[in-house]
């Protein structure tokens, strides 16, 4: 048994409890796709100024709301998922077996990246196909690699913020009090030449702006001074992704919390 | 298969496990019994592995488990108090998941066989009964075909007629050679299934034997009881007999440790002077009067389970 095959086999196991998992696929896939035809069809304007340059509404929107659905799948999905089954005692049983723990961990982000993937894919070619993004090989792998990078990242916040939230129940709205906010300042929903430079410079230092601007900069290279590989950005996502580990790894518990 | 001596464990000020030894053989089933807060849980967790333990020596197949590795822990099968279905999955997929955690695994139908969850074998975790899902719990504890199983409390909250099928299959387990660390409340389940008993009160091992000896069982006097005639009273009686005193219920008691010489002098007594009798009853203390007054002031109001 090989230490990649023992990460398949818990992976496909994952992955098939989240296609059965009609709160999960509704939160991670459906409400990102509806967001983004919503949005696009509300500015009848068209275009929009980011990055100093003008582009189509939809090229605002897709690589935006593929960072907000990232976060979803990569941060949100997993964090309620993973206390959920801490608090039921799931992960505590898995852990009275020879199943190292970094395996539960893959499993975990592998289920966060291929989901993330799947639901960028969908976006982009909504963004093409309905609204006439324009989408290149190059543009494709870019944001491919950048979404893995990112889900991974998220992944690792998950389980810093599961070390954090006391219970099941608390997952839920401490998650989206903390992301909405975060959202509105990271020109998600409102596009960001709309948004006070000051909250701006603060959303830059949070990881969800920095993986919207580096999904853009891939398909409009314009909007990051003509670069497509937008380095400052993936490193601050990659950044949170350390630090998330690095609080995992001193506070996330496998037994349930009591009182 | 496990050898405890002296085991301590203290949170903050307050110890929870005051000085414990014991002793499990391979083969053998151990009742752990006692109330809660009796540090019961404290101790079955550092036996598992989970808890790390203030003082003491442990060693559980040969191995310290706070230090134990994926090795120790195949060998080992644990059903815990808490648990809940691997939610979307079915109690087959859920058996192959765990059994791929394993180098040698029983194949998941033995499993289901063992504990009786074969026509359950597609159903999804989240839709199974209670008991079903305890059944679960143990087929998951078993798949990796262990040496040790630890079950804690494994039948808290069946029916009557659950319950005896849990024993069924405990029995089994004892059956196929596997050591058992049973945990419980329940006096008869510990009779019904242990070779070993063990009553833990407030951090101590207060008695330990055998489902007949423990507590001293075996010697323990006996208590013939009886309603007196009408128009008798207990000044009346001779001999042996002088001695009772007024149990309850209107009756009275005669407290002796040979019975036989008692129920010779009354049933002769009765027979003589035509009493029915009709409510004699002779009993021993069941294992539930043994825990309750090893326990009773023994019991701390604070603490852990």
Redo the contacts between chains.
């Keep these: 048994?090989t230490a990649l095959s023992?990460v398949t086999?818990?992976a496909r196991?994952d992955l098939?409890?989240?296609r059965?998992?009609t709160r999960a696929r509704i939160f991670t896939l459906a409400v990102p796709v509806l967001l983004l035809l919503i949005l696009v069809s509300l500015f009848h304007s068209g275009t929009v100024k980011s990055g100093g340059v003008t582009v189509k509404i939809a090229v605002y929107y897709v690589p935006h709301i593929a960072a907000m659905a990232i976060v979803g799948a990569g941060l949100i999905n997993l964090l309620i998922t993973l206390v959920?089954k801490r608090e039921?005692?799931?992960l505590?049983?898995?852990?009275?077996?020879?199943?190292?723990s970094w395996v539960l961990i893959a499993g975990d982000a592998t289920t966060s990246v291929v989901s993330s993937v799947l639901i960028v894919v969908v976006l982009i070619a909504i963004g093409s196909l309905g609204f006439g993004m324009p989408v290149t090989g190059a543009a494709l792998g870019l944001a491919a690699v950048e979404t893995v990078i990112g889900a991974a990242a998220f992944c690792c916040l998950a389980y810093a913020l599961g070390g954090l939230v006391a219970n099941a129940e608390s997952a839920g709205p401490m998650v989206q009090l903390s992301t909405l906010p975060v959202y509105f300042i990271s020109g998600i929903y409102v596009p960001d030449n709309e948004l006070p430079h000051w909250l701006l410079d603060v959303a830059n230092v949070l990881p969800v702006r920095p993986m919207a601007v580096a999904l853009q900069a891939a398909f409009v290279p314009a909007t990051n001074g003509g670069q497509r590989f937008a380095a400052l950005p993936m490193l601050v996502v990659l950044a949170w992704g350390v630090v998330g580990l690095l609080i995992a790894v001193r506070t996330f518990s496998w037994?349930?919390r009591r009182a | 298969m496990i050898t405890v001596r002296g085991l301590r464990m203290s949170y903050g000020h307050y110890e929870a496990v005051r000085g414990i030894d014991l002793d499990v053989a391979r083969g053998e089933i151990l009742a752990f019994l006692g109330p809660n807060g009796a540090g019961k849980t404290t101790t079955v967790e550092i036996l598992e592995g989970f808890r790390k333990r203030t003082s003491g020596e442990v060693l559980v197949l040969g191995t310290d488990p706070a230090h134990a590795g994926p090795d120790w822990r195949a060998r080992v099968g644990v059903v815990l108090q808490e648990s809940a279905p691997e939610a979307w999955l079915t109690v087959r997929e859920c058996l192959s998941m765990y059994a791929g955690y394993y180098l040698r695994p029983l194949p998941v139908g033995r499993a289901l066989e063992l504990v009786g969850l074969t026509d359950k074998a597609d159903a999804r975790c989240d839709r199974l009964s209670g008991g079903q899902l305890r059944r679960l719990d143990m087929a998951l504890a078993l798949i990796g075909d262990p040496e040790l199983i630890f079950l804690d409390e494994p039948t808290t909250g069946f029916d009557p007629a659950a319950r005896h099928t849990a024993w069924e299959v405990i029995a089994g387990l004892r059956d196929l050679g596997k050591t058992i660390f049973l945990t419980t409340h329940y006096m008869d389940e510990a009779e019904a299934l242990a070779d070993q008993i063990m009553i833990i009160a407030a951090g101590r091992i207060v008695s330990s034997g055998t489902p007949a000896t423990i507590g001293g069982r075996a010697s323990a006097a006996t208590t013939v009881s009886f309603t007196l005639p009408d128009g008798v009273t207990a000044g009346d009686l001779p001999g042996l007999l002088a001695s009772a005193t007024a149990g309850r219920g209107g009756t009275v008691e005669i407290i002796h440790d040979q019975p036989v010489p008692v129920l010779h002098e009354l049933t002769t007594w009765a027979l003589q002077h035509g009493y029915p009798l009709s409510d004699i009853s002779a009993h021993r203390p069941t294992l539930e009067e043994i825990y309750l007054g090893l326990t009773d002031e023994l019991t701390s109001p604070k603490g852990r389970d």
Excluded: D, E, I
């Design positions: 048994m023992l086999h818990q196991y098939r409890a989240f059965r998992n959920a039921s005692g799931s505590k049983r898995r852990r009275a077996t020879p199943v190292p037994a349930p």
